[in-house]
């Protein structure tokens, strides 16, 4: 048995495990209410603006390959989330939208979230809850190169 004290998570590999137990949380609830998709294309179209985005949009805010994200995408479109429709603004260019099946998913991950929070915010104290998300409010507009692109 070893006697080396516990090892100190950093910040980050925290701010990871309770992202990932989020994510993981709202994705099983959206598939018990009937909408499929993996967590790499629900990562995806998390990030679909309100009035469409383009897929080097998508693949940039995402951190992946336009490749990628064009694969992601297909399988959203096969699953009947979203559609591509032409950029009005460039002929050229493609806009992905949210499918009114889509937008069911994304309003039902809303209350979902605020679900989340609310047991979070039990778990640790009101106060304490608030404390955490205004310091991470406080540090977004200096990490969060994509702030205000799918909010």
Do not use: C
Not at 23 to 32: C, F, M, P, S, Y
Not at 95 to 123: C, D, K, N, S
């Amino acid at each position: 048995m070893s006697m080396d004290p516990p090892q100190q998570l950093s910040v980050g590999t925290l701010l990871f495990i309770a992202q990932r137990a989020f994510e993981e949380e709202i994705a099983t609830a959206l598939h018990e209410q009937g909408f499929q998709f993996t967590l790499a294309q629900g990562r995806l179209a998390a990030r679909i603006a309100q009035q469409g985005s383009r897929l080097t949009e998508l693949a940039d805010a995402a951190g992946i390959t336009k490749q990628s994200a064009a694969y992601l995408l297909k399988e959203l479109e096969r699953s009947g989330l979203v559609l591509r429709q032409p950029d009005p603004s460039d002929a050229r260019a493609q806009r992905v939208l949210l499918t009114t099946r889509g937008l069911a998913a994304q309003q039902a991950a809303r209350g979902i979230e605020q679900g989340i929070e609310r047991r979070w915010a039990q778990l640790i104290g009101t106060a304490n809850f608030a404390r955490l998300k205004s310091a991470l409010e406080d540090l977004r507009p200096h990490l969060d190169r994509h702030q205000g692109d799918s909010d």
